[in-house]
């Protein structure tokens, strides 16, 4: 199995499902460095490194999770909205770039 992304119609991430941790394994580690366990977990996780290895910002993503031996494939777009462009200038919190 392969998934790839795609942002605003240029391809950004292109890997194996094996370069992805087992959810037992993840459950594993979060046990060990964070004592957490149990109903009620709650675990959110990174991604792939991107093709060129850096963070990408687009407004339209698609991604695809596809099984070839079988012929299968989970698609999913979507578009993302820039809330800060709907906010008036008066209101909005500014925004920096450089931890100053």
């Known amino acids: 199995c392969s998934l790839g992304s795609d942002?605003?119609?240029?391809p950004y991430?292109?890997?194996?499902?094996?370069?992805?941790?087992?959810?037992?394994a993840?459950?594993?580690?979060v046990a060990d460095r964070a004592g957490a366990t149990g109903p009620g977990l709650v675990v959110f996780c990174g991604?792939?490194?991107s093709l060129?290895?850096?963070?990408?910002?687009?407004e339209r993503w698609s991604c695809r999770l596809a099984d070839p031996?079988?012929?299968r494939e989970l698609?999913?777009?979507?578009?993302?909205?820039?809330?800060?462009?709907?906010?008036?200038?008066?209101?909005?919190?500014p925004v920096t770039g450089g931890g100053g």
Do not use: C, H, K, N
Request: net charge neutral; charged share 20%.
């Open 47 to 49: 991604t792939i490194v």
């Open 69 to 71: 031996a079988l012929g």
């Open 13 to 24: 991430q292109r890997t194996s499902v094996a370069a992805f941790l087992p959810p037992a």
């Open 75 to 93: 698609t999913v777009d979507y578009r993302v909205v820039d809330l800060m462009a709907q906010i008036r200038e008066p209101y909005r919190v």
């Open 7 to 10: 942002v605003d119609g240029q």
């Open 26 to 29: 993840i459950l594993d580690i």
């Open 52 to 58: 060129t290895g850096q963070l990408r910002f687009g």
